[in-house]
């Protein structure tokens, strides 16, 4: 290696691969003394080479920077940044530790990581991950794009990269299981269910081992590295190799026609609370990277996990502008669902901001104007903003929608007039004129709670495995077992769960708003009533392949009806439905039993609503009874030639339960009985 040490420049920011060496750039304010260890190896306990910066030469304003000729792409490092430690001021520094680059695009992780070692006194270098010198620059995209594909014609699979091929039966080679290569290897299954958009549960650089003792962070809501691909999630064994096969995976998607929208978490990092890990920003400037107390000694805690970045602050906002921006442009990603959204709303004293600058900037940066942004428009400390949300192309995930259609489902009272208002595309929640109805976001189950089968199938959680005395996880999930409490051989039960499961996925896919479906939903994945799987990194949390034939007639179901409810122009439209009216292109007419008469009382247990686009050719009638007896539904007239046709009847049995267009039975009468807790749909065709 080269001897020389140079100057080095203040930007950009992170380690830079130029044609004379790389460029090592880092924020730290009031740090007096910054080393940059070089190691040759990850479980390295000493660095090949430290290199002291000096303050008159390797210092501009609150950079601290330097250029090493002869370095190249692969290398690891670290820093060491010693200043004081006054917690009373804010300052956390602790020169015996080695902190990650915020800004490395790649982290290795040894052997011998062990989270606790940031924690005790004393070096810490061979258990600590070490960031990675990569070359952006050096990867061929083959001419990749965006796809761009508007909210409406949107369906989202929101999925675990980890999880989706974990399980060993997944027919993934056992190198390949739970990474970007596996997904590759099923993406053909993707396309088959004719989602257009996977939303990857976090992938940005995180710790698994931020769990309780025995357990894994799964889920990754636990971030150290904004930039860097996970490095557990890849199937290669050099350093910079999850830079290139995440870009592999994505590249393959976008071939396949699918978007990549990735869950970013920018409200809080691994480092948690006063007694965690000084892994990276507690130890470069932890009065700059996060909301303190007033007192300055604790955390304030608006994420749940101990602290909260102060993502308004100009540095952290930097931080995050640049990293979306690499996300975009370096690595393809078409969009993002920022994780409790609501906590970049507050200023650095943690009160709420009218117009925040970070949300602001996100939604008119230019590299980010093709991209999605969708914002979980709540924190975990009550400040919550669905419908309020600022800004103008922001999404939002609609909470609102998959309760109140839970509770219709479940047969609970005083649920209709708010099914409704969720089928429209909540106008109620989101008044706003000119705001498109598919920027909400609707879903009935996602990664955090039951899944679908598991919704269907408990009364309660069953969190016992999470090592917390089942106190974790939601209380409030509006679920019914349909009268057994988990796995049943009883069959009326069985028929009933089935018949609950496709309700639900009726009233998702033909409401206005973007549906989002939870990884293997189609397919009946089951939890065991957990319903906070975060450390659960087994069986529990993936994705079951046998269930693929074990749930076939579930599968047919989801696959047909997706493709139904795409193919109609009614539910790709830009446009709240509303009331017919004169030159209207598209409109909804609620109907209850009797046509015209729907019934928005609080015992009522039943909804018809009629569809029709006349420039579009659909006609289309819905009605769905959550009431425990049959009802008997009139049907809206047709003009002559024309006869309703069944698509769907959630009480038969397949193959009836859903019919192609082409072959679907003709409705004989001018009523429909719907049987107990069924849906039904019909379209108008020529007799």
């Known amino acids: 290696?080269?001897?020389?040490?140079?100057?080095?420049?203040?930007?950009?920011?992170?380690?830079?691969?130029?044609?004379d060496g790389v460029n090592f750039c880092v924020f730290s304010r009031n740090g007096e003394r910054v080393e940059l260890l070089l190691f040759d190896d990850v479980d390295d306990g000493r660095p090949a080479r430290t290199i002291r910066l000096d303050p008159q030469q390797n210092r501009t304003f609150y950079y601290w920077h330097v250029l090493l000729p002869g370095v190249e792409t692969g290398q690891l490092y670290g820093y060491r940044v010693h200043g004081p430690f006054a917690p009373e001021r804010g300052h956390r520094f602790d020169g015996t530790k080695l902190l990650l680059d915020p800004y490395a695009r790649a982290v290795a992780v040894g052997r011998n990581y062990e989270r606790?070692?940031?924690?005790?006194?004393?070096?810490?270098?061979?258990?600590?991950?070490?960031?990675?010198?990569?070359?952006?620059?050096?990867?061929?995209?083959?001419?990749?794009?965006?796809?761009?594909?508007?909210?409406?014609?949107?369906?989202?699979?929101?999925m675990h990269v980890g999880g989706f091929t974990g399980h060993p039966n997944s027919g993934v080679a056992a190198k390949k299981r739970g990474t970007y290569a596996g997904v590759i290897e099923k993406i053909p299954y993707l396309q088959s269910l004719d989602i257009t958009a996977v939303e990857l549960l976090p992938v940005q650089q995180f710790d698994e081992q931020n769990?309780?003792?025995?357990?894994?962070?799964?889920?990754?809501?636990?971030?150290?590295?904004?930039?860097?691909?996970?490095?557990?999630?890849?199937?290669?064994?050099?350093?910079?190799?999850?830079?290139?096969?995440?870009?592999?995976?994505?590249?393959?998607?976008?071939?396949?026609?699918?978007?990549?929208?990735?869950?970013?978490?920018?409200?809080h990092t691994a480092e948690g609370d006063p007694t965690g890990p000084t892994l990276s920003f507690?130890?470069?400037?932890?009065?700059?990277?996060?909301?303190?107390?007033?007192?300055?000694?604790?955390?304030?805690?608006?994420?749940?996990?101990g602290n909260t970045l102060n993502a308004n602050h100009s540095i952290v906002r930097r931080m995050i502008m640049d990293s979306l921006r690499y996300w975009v442009a370096e690595m393809h990603v078409d969009g993002f669902r920022f994780d409790?959204?609501?906590?970049?709303a507050r200023d650095e004293h943690g009160m709420p901001l009218e117009d925040p600058p970070i949300l602001w900037e996100i939604e008119s940066d230019p590299v980010l104007a093709g991209t999605k942004i969708i914002a979980e428009a709540w924190d975990a400390?009550?400040?919550?903003?669905?419908?309020?949300?600022?800004?103008?192309?922001?999404?939002?995930?609609?909470?609102?929608f998959r309760d109140d259609v839970r509770r219709f489902v479940k047969g609970d009272r005083e649920t209709v007039p708010r099914l409704a208002a969720r089928i429209q595309g909540s106008p109620d929640l989101y008044p706003r004129p000119g705001r498109e109805p598919n920027r909400s976001i609707n879903f009935v189950t996602c990664h955090d709670g039951f899944t679908l089968n598991d919704l269907v199938s408990y009364n309660r959680k069953h969190n016992e495995e999470n090592g917390e005395g089942n106190r974790d996880g939601a209380n409030a999930n509006y679920s019914w077992n349909c009268g057994r409490e988990g796995p049943t051989d009883d069959p009326a039960v069985e028929a009933l769960r089935q018949r609950q499961i496709r309700n639900l996925l009726v009233i998702l896919l033909i409401s206005q708003g973007t549906p989002m479906l939870l990884m293997g939903d189609e397919v009946r994945r089951t939890q065991g009533g957990n319903n906070n799987a975060y450390c659960q990194d087994n069986e529990i949390s993936w994705f079951d392949w046998d269930d693929l034939e074990r749930h076939a007639d579930l599968l047919r179901f989801t696959r047909g009806l997706i493709q139904f409810t795409q193919a109609r122009p009614i539910f790709r439209e830009e446009r709240f439905w509303s009331a017919p009216q004169e030159n209207e292109s598209s409109h909804i007419i609620w109907h209850?039993?009797?046509?015209?008469?729907?019934?928005?009382?609080?015992?009522?247990?039943?909804?018809?609503?009629?569809?029709?686009?006349?420039?579009?050719?659909?006609?289309?009638?819905?009605?769905?009874?959550?009431?425990?007896?049959?009802?008997?539904?009139?049907?809206?007239?047709?003009?002559?030639?024309?006869?309703?046709?069944?698509?769907?009847?959630?009480?038969?049995?397949?193959?009836?339960?859903?019919?192609?267009?082409?072959?679907a039975p003709v409705v004989e009468g001018e009523a429909y009985r719907v049987e107990p807790r069924a849906s039904v749909l019909l379209m108008s065709a020529a007799g």
């Open 211 to 267: 769990a309780p003792p025995g357990l894994t962070n799964y889920w990754g809501y636990s971030p150290m590295a904004f930039f860097a691909p996970h490095q557990g999630y890849c199937s290669g064994s050099d350093p910079q190799s999850p830079v290139d096969e995440f870009r592999d995976m994505v590249k393959a998607l976008h071939r396949a026609g699918i978007e990549v929208i990735l869950d970013v978490v920018f409200n």
């Open 381 to 400: 400390a009550g400040l919550y903003q669905v419908g309020s949300f600022i800004g103008h192309r922001w999404a939002e995930w609609n909470g609102q």
């Open 340 to 344: 409790l959204a609501s906590v970049m």
């Open 592 to 663: 209850g039993v009797r046509l015209g008469q729907p019934d928005w009382g609080a015992p009522s247990h039943s909804l018809a609503l009629e569809l029709h686009y006349p420039e579009a050719g659909d006609h289309l009638h819905v009605m769905l009874n959550a009431y425990w007896e049959p009802l008997e539904f009139a049907l809206p007239p047709l003009p002559a030639g024309e006869r309703w046709r069944r698509i769907v009847d959630t009480a038969l049995d397949a193959p009836e339960d859903f019919r192609e267009p082409g072959s």
């Open 1 to 19: 290696m080269a001897t020389d040490v140079l100057p080095g420049q203040s930007y950009p920011l992170g380690a830079t691969v130029r044609p």
């Open 116 to 158: 606790k070692a940031a924690t005790r006194p004393g070096d810490n270098c061979a258990h600590a991950m070490k960031s990675v010198v990569v070359d952006s620059g050096a990867y061929d995209w083959e001419r990749d794009t965006h796809i761009s594909l508007p909210y409406s014609g949107t369906v989202i699979y929101e």
């Open 282 to 305: 507690r130890g470069l400037e932890n009065r700059a990277y996060y909301i303190l107390e007033s007192e300055r000694t604790n955390y304030a805690d608006y994420s749940g996990t």
